[in-house]
């Protein structure tokens, strides 16, 4: 789709993205584990409607958010688009079968193209532009018949391009081995930096693509986030379970969105999009992922795709 948003290539995609992409993970609702809580579904359709609107050209959705919820909102509201954006999403962890809906990473060949058929179906599209397995399992070697499978589909003509979620250096090394890995979607905020000692590096030196998701670490640095609010998330909301959302962490995490909030004022931004652009300074990182449940979170969170800090600013950040 055209955009006036700047794009950089995804690694070896073929595809040029926008620098910020809609999250469809809070959108798939809450009766799963890792749900956000209760959604609203028109809300949703209209927050993705919006977002294109704005000019952001990619989706990034899974299977396992609301097991096939989130792909199913996704298909709605891109019903009539005529200038449809990519929409990238995963497959690997599915349903343990448990009443409380938790998960379990699956990376059998057969499951693999079982999901891929059922994504397909959801998104109501003969082709994906991006697939991904969302995590690895405790076994290296079960990447080698996950991988070999995301190679097969590809082949095949279902899936665009492939890549990997949540890979360490090693894993990654591993599916390399067998065929090259277009993409890695790995978790980066400023509280969460794991990924800039090694991960980051060699996804620079082998042309990986990396669209980093939780930029704003789950809503906790949009500048919205209060200790009232967090008191507040109902159950259904995997946050409730989070360490970085109750204390010690919460009080540090907040002090930080306020030094987000000082260098935003001078941009006319938000802390959120402060926090977004300080992860997109880095070279290795092609876009950010992020999520939205209203038309109007998505417009507080665009400008970040324009917005570039300085070294000054980025140093002052970082002294939290």
């Known amino acids: ?15 040029a993205i926008t620098r910020v992409g809609f999250g ?65 999403t995963k497959c690997g962890l599915v349903s343990d079968g448990g009443d409380d809906g938790g ?41 080698d018949e996950g991988w070999s499978a995301m190679l097969e589909l ?21 599916a390399r081995a067998i065929a090259p890995v277009a993409t890695l979607q790995p978790p980066y905020s400023l509280v969460k930096r794991e990924i800039e000692d090694e991960i980051l590096p060699y996804c620079g030196a082998h042309g990986i693509g990396v669209i980093v998701y939780a930029p704003m670490q789950s809503g906790l640095l949009t500048g919205a986030m209060t200790r009232e609010r967090v008191a507040a998330l109902p159950p259904s909301d995997w946050r409730t379970r989070n360490a970085e959302f109750a204390e010690p962490k919460l009080t540090r995490n907040l002090a930080l969105v306020e030094r987000l909030r000082r260098v935003g004022e001078r941009h006319g931004r938000s802390p959120g999009e402060v926090a977004i652009a300080w992860t997109l300074r880095r070279p290795e990182v092609t876009g950010a992922i992020v999520g939205a449940r209203s038309a109007r979170q998505i417009e507080g969170t665009i400008g970040a795709a324009a917005l570039h800090l300085s070294a000054g600013e980025i140093a002052e950040i970082e002294a939290a």
């Open 103 to 143: 998960t379990r990473e699956d990376l059998t060949r057969d499951s693999i193209v079982r999901e891929c058929e059922a994504s397909l179906r959801r998104l109501r599209v003969e082709t994906i532009d991006l697939y991904q397995i969302h995590w690895p399992t405790d076994r290296i070697e079960d990447i």
């Open 154 to 174: 590809q082949r095949a003509g279902k899936v665009r391009a492939i890549g990997v979620s949540n890979f360490n250096v090693a894993e990654l090394e591993r």
């Open 24 to 88: 469809a993970w809070a959108i798939g609702g809450g009766d799963w584990k890792f749900g956000w809580g209760p959604q609203d579904d028109d809300a949703s359709i209209s927050a993705i409607r919006r977002a294109l609107e704005l000019g952001i050209n990619w989706i990034d959705t899974a299977a396992a958010y609301g097991f096939g919820h989130s792909e199913t909102i996704v298909a709605r509201a891109l019903e009539g688009i005529a200038e449809r954006p990519y929409v990238f």
């Open 1 to 15: 789709m055209h955009t006036t948003l700047e794009t950089r290539p995804l690694g070896t995609t073929g595809m």
